[in-house]
């Protein structure tokens, strides 16, 4: 199935809360929406510090992600045991 089709298995918006709250290399960036989420991996500035995941409409997104934040990504479907897929359906 495709992320742009309804999915009764969608995130729900406190799943997503609660798994950003539990994080500590989460913060919630409320100057970009209330589920939007900034990823400080260890507190220090990388490539990958910054990287960013925002929820709507039961999906989790972010944008052209490096290696590491892939990583991040996997960790983030295993908890919500959800899938990573990009923009043409492939999948990670």
């Known amino acids: ?26 913060t919630i960036d409320l100057c970009n929406g209330q589920y939007f989420a900034v990823w400080n991996p260890d507190g220090e500035f990388s490539k ?20 590491a934040t ?3 990504l996997r960790q983030l479907a295993q908890i919500l045991k959800a899938k990573i897929q990009g923009d043409d359906g492939e999948t990670y």
């Open 70 to 72: 892939l990583v991040k």
């Open 48 to 67: 990958s510090a910054h990287a960013w995941f925002d929820w709507d409409d039961g999906n989790i997104y972010t944008s052209n992600p490096d290696a």
């Open 1 to 26: 199935m495709s992320w742009t089709e309804p999915d009764s298995e969608s995130i729900l918006p406190h799943e997503w809360l609660a798994v950003i709250q539990a994080d500590p290399e989460l």
